[in-house]
């Protein structure tokens, strides 16, 4: 598991130096500190980050709209705009390029949290089960976002209003949420939900029978409800 890497676009140094600061208190590694398009592009294919704070107007021939489309297009990159007083045109064309938030200017820490906090978790929706590439969970550890790679988890398990994630390094992780929000953002054909209370990675499955499945050396029971739809075979 590690910390989302993310990288900044913003021309205005002070407003740059704040983000970096706000960033770094909530735990994020920053990768890059880019002032153009150009810094930009050899920032993401250089460092590989997990999330772009964009702003719409950098003071170059091509603005942060023109870097959006590269991201989406091409990198598969998800992005925040950053804004202040842009006109409604360029709002329309910036709202086109579909970034997962707007990020007015000037903001809080906390203001910045929500916003990636939303923004994430969108995308966690929306790439899971779409893109072959993305091979992880972004779970909300204290106020950052964290990634726990899928073949790194053995099960979940439901404790009340968290979820415990017992994790094949021997490691574990609690985070608030309950099955019906998490269900949807790991990959259908490697994860079977086999009780109100536990998620299973069908790959860690060593055996399994009619009323209990064997994982990482400890057997979790099958409900009653979960026994006629669980195939033996899928796991």
């Known amino acids: 598991m590690y910390s989302l890497k993310i990288g900044i676009v913003e021309d205005e140094v002070i407003i740059a130096e704040t983000i970096l ?30 999330l772009i704070l964009l702003d719409i107007n950098l003071g170059t021939e091509k603005n942060g709209i023109d ?8 990198y598969k990159i998800p992005f925040i705009f950053l804004t202040a ?19 007015v200017k000037p903001f809080t820490q906390n203001g910045l949290y929500t916003s990636i906090e ?18 992880y969970l972004l779970v909300n ?22 979820i415990d994630i017992i994790m094949a390094d021997g490691k574990k ?7 019906s929000e998490i269900m949807p953002k790991l990959p259908q054909n490697q994860f079977t939900q086999i009780s109100r209370s536990h998620i299973v990675n069908d790959q860690y499955v060593g055996e399994m029978n009619k009323e ?11 409900s009653r409800r979960k026994k006629s739809t669980i195939s033996l075979n899928k796991m």
């Open 85 to 103: 007083n842009s006109d409604p045109a360029t709002l329309q064309k910036a709202k086109q390029v579909k970034p997962l938030a707007f990020l």
């Open 21 to 50: 600061l706000y960033l770094t208190r909530l735990g994020y590694k920053v990768v890059f500190n880019a002032l153009s398009f150009k810094e930009a592009i050899l920032g993401i294919e250089t460092q590989k980050p997990d």
């Open 118 to 135: 939303i923004a994430m978790d969108n995308f966690q929706t929306i790439t899971t089960n779409k893109e072959k590439d993305v091979d």
């Open 141 to 162: 550890i204290g106020k950052r976002f964290s990634k726990i790679l899928f073949d790194n988890i053995y099960y979940l398990e439901n404790n009340h209003i968290y």
């Open 212 to 222: 209990t499945v064997l994982i990482g050396g400890i057997h979790l029971p099958i």
């Open 67 to 74: 870097l959006g489309r590269e991201l989406k297009e091409k």
């Open 173 to 179: 992780e609690t985070i608030r949420g309950s099955f």
